[in-house]
């Protein structure tokens, strides 16, 4: 049975050929500040392993107000994509902008030979999904998709219940994801600008964490398209989200199996959880560190196994560690691997259908 990106195997053959402290520092850029996520790269200013050399942001005063707050020179800030990348020559790009604006980071990053990690989802559109890769393969970049719940040990021991045979065949997935709605919580501005415009985001919560569930299933399902997609999105915060959908539903249709994704900006608590279903048992992923294991005991009964997991310390701990594992060619990623080109290529599909499906009111079956 071939597994996919188990935290045993690739951390010993990492392990064992490198070492985290004879890392050298890799040049990163960063394309946008507007992402609520930005954060994460900032924060990682001070790491011996990588060093951000350039942030490309129009917008002087957003610059000025996260410079100061994580502490990095406003000398290091450019207006333009082409600028930083032009006076910095960094070897990587992250993408902290608007979901549109991957398409124009791959674009410049690709012909210098620079790869790219954008934060989920990788495109807003299956057209300018297949554009970037097509780019990222004739420059030979890599192109990878950051998700939070990539770095969760829940996923990955979710992933290994089910790959052991202990629940039995895959039967049905259920993601749910979200919180009260991006308003509702706070976030900046500049954020919710554009995470509440069709264009930029290509959607509300259907693209926000309908992606999530998307990223997952086709994780579990080993890469399979789902046969049909069928999705029902309504708007119940109409004062907070004029433009796009608030409330989406998505259900994936496979030959043997059904998954069942739930996204929301009207959850009453932000989630971020999965159960899995097999034929003798389930897997309930509640949360970055605690899973459940039912096993089926006679017509209603079950024994219960409870995980409580740490995180731990390889190369799948965080985005940039993985990131700078996988350029640096000290890691690859196995086909349909969460952040790989592959899966993503996949969940940019089941997204735009499901778009046109709740658009339509009808199922759409997948060519």
Known sequence: MKTRFIFCLILSVF????????????????????????????????????????????????????????????????DTMEEMLE???????????????HLAVVEACAPRGIHVMVEKPLAV?????????????KHNIQLITNYETTWYPSTFKAYEVLQSGE?????????????????KIGVSEEFLEWLTDPKLNGGGAIIDFGCYGANLVTWLENGKRPKSVTAVTQQLQPENNPKVDDEATIILNYEDSQATIQA??????????????????????????????????????????????????????????LFLAVINGELTLDEYALPSLENNMIVVEILSTAVESAKTGKTVYLK
């Open 264 to 321: 929301s900006w009207n959850w009453p608590i932000g989630r971020k959880d999965m159960e899995i279903y097999g034929l003798t048992g389930a897997i309930y992923a509640d949360n970055p560190t605690d899973l459940r294991v039912l096993n089926a005991e006679g017509y209603s009964g079950f024994e219960e196994t409870e995980y409580k997991l740490e995180y731990q310390n390889t190369p799948f701990e965080d985005p940039f560690t």
């Open 15 to 78: 392990l064992s050929t490198h070492s985290f402290a004879q890392q050298k520092r890799t040049k990163i850029g960063v394309a946008g500040l507007t992402h609520g996520h930005v954060g994460w790269i900032l924060n990682a200013k001070d790491r011996t392993d990588l060093e951000i050399v350039g942030i490309a942001e129009p917008n002087r005063a957003l610059a000025k107000r996260l410079t100061e707050q994580h502490g990095i020179s406003m000398d290091l800030v450019f």
């Open 87 to 101: 006076k910095t020559k960094p070897e990587a790009v992250t993408a902290f902008g608007n979901i549109y604006d």
């Open 167 to 183: 629940v039995g065949d895959l039967r049905k997935i259920v993601v749910r994801d979200g919180h009260k709605g991006p308003k």
């Open 125 to 137: 559109s299956l057209e300018h999904a297949k554009k970037m890769k097509a780019l990222a393969e």
